[in-house]
């Protein structure tokens, strides 16, 4: 995708939000589909080139010294492979001592049809960041992503719901999957929240019936909701696709903020009344309640909690950069239009309105191609715009919410 600008042809990023959902629109899938039912997106194998491929997969598996255990999987037909079966005692790049897979053990399970499951592997290569990067700035929150590697007619696990949003984005092979009815309220990563703490007739039962059945192939997306029960099968061999998840903060997220600030209350540093003390057990429970109380009347908590959010989310992009540090800006496009008044331009986002000279009109379809640019790669695609205008344009679109400095 390209855009005219300064008379120019100006390359958009290969991987954008936008792109990954093509022909969705961003403000359809937030509007219709995101945290509330499935969607397939059909795509191309072009779509997904750079974002990974067998070459890059056999190199983040030819890094021998960054797997263990822990980050290292492998399933065969819908059980995990004990780590002692495929891994052996070795030194982590820390001195650390670790179980550590070794290629003749994997292989031979890779000939019994096993799954590989790669975990957290979201900033590992550019291709693999740029989509994470793509996913979290358009959503707001911290993503992750894992691999699967799954051979034909081998399921890796049954039908399960995740505890976070999915972004599926199908690399190789074919790989059918099933979306059911069914939906877990409020999954998250705690006993009795979460798949894993139920027997498989409970789910059996709660997945309901099929409400979806889709092959995905190289550069489609399936969008499954949290809570969503599904499950897939390889229907070729060496099929690969990336999971991308996003989490939401929830309440207990909130509270659990709150309650880790509260030991600058000296209140609550202090200890409790002896249990056997009803009247002053009472008493100091009264009091921890109405302290706990006006902390959440502060009119600003809500702000300071999103920063904390914000700041969470964005934690894994680096702003280190050699010679000098960048200034970089996410990208807020949902609900963003852009207008000709006469020779100026209007930008209208749902927190206000921009005007802008009309030499600036440019920047703001180039930036409405991207989820995330620095100042420098502003300057660069525009060279004869000038700080003054460049400023002008990003204090703009940054005081109507259209930018957000990170």
Avoid at 89 to 101: L, V
């Amino acid at each position: 995708m390209s855009v005219s600008v300064w008379g120019e042809t100006v390359t958009a990023p290969a991987i954008t939000f936008k792109s990954l959902l093509d022909p969705i629109g961003i403000d359809e899938f937030f509007e219709a589909y995101y945290d509330q039912k499935p969607l397939h997106v059909p795509g191309s194998h072009e779509k997904v080139a750079g974002i990974c491929s067998w070459d890059d997969f056999n190199d983040l598996l030819h890094r021998t010294s960054i797997w263990s255990d822990r980050s290292f999987n492998m399933v065969l037909d819908g059980k995990r492979i004990p780590a002692a079966e495929f891994c052996e005692p070795a030194a982590s790049r820390d001195g650390s001592r670790i179980m550590q897979p070794t290629s003749e053990k994997v292989v031979a399970y890779l000939d019994r049809g096993a799954s590989i499951v790669l975990d957290l592997i979201e900033t590992l290569t550019p291709g693999l960041r740029s989509a994470s990067e793509a996913i979290q700035m358009a959503t707001g929150f911290r993503v992750s992503c894992n691999a699967y590697c799954s051979q034909s007619e081998h399921q890796a696990f049954p039908s399960h719901f995740d505890t976070m949003d999915v972004f599926a984005i199908h690399i190789e092979g074919r790989k059918t999957w099933r979306v059911y009815e069914g939906r877990f309220d409020g999954p998250m990563e705690r006993p009795g929240f979460n798949h894993t703490s139920f027997p498989p007739d409970h789910h059996d039962k709660a997945k309901g019936t099929l409400a979806m059945e889709v092959e995905l192939k190289p550069g489609d997306l399936l969008y499954l909701p949290k809570g969503v029960y599904h499950d897939a099968l390889a229907s070729t061999e060496n099929c690969l696709h990336l999971s991308y998840g996003t989490t939401q903060p929830t309440g207990l997220d909130f509270m659990r903020w709150v309650v880790d600030g509260l030991d600058e209350a000296p209140l609550f540093r202090q200890p409790m009344p002896p249990h056997d003390a009803a009247a002053d057990h009472d008493a100091h429970i009264a009091a921890l309640r109405e302290t706990l109380v006006q902390l959440l009347r502060q009119p600003d908590i809500g702000s300071q909690f999103r920063e904390d959010q914000r700041r969470k989310a964005f934690s894994v992009l680096s702003s280190v950069a050699v010679p000098k540090p960048l200034s970089r800006y996410r990208v807020r496009g949902r609900g963003v239009r852009v207008v000709r008044r006469g020779s100026d331009w209007r930008v209208t986002t749902p927190q206000g309105n921009a005007n802008l000279p009309g030499d600036g009109s440019g920047m703001v379809e180039w930036m409405l191609e991207r989820d995330h640019f620095s100042r420098d790669d502003l300057a660069n695609a525009f060279p004869e715009a000038g700080e003054q205008l460049i400023s002008e344009i990003l204090q703009s679109l940054t005081s109507v919410g259209l930018l957000e400095p990170f």
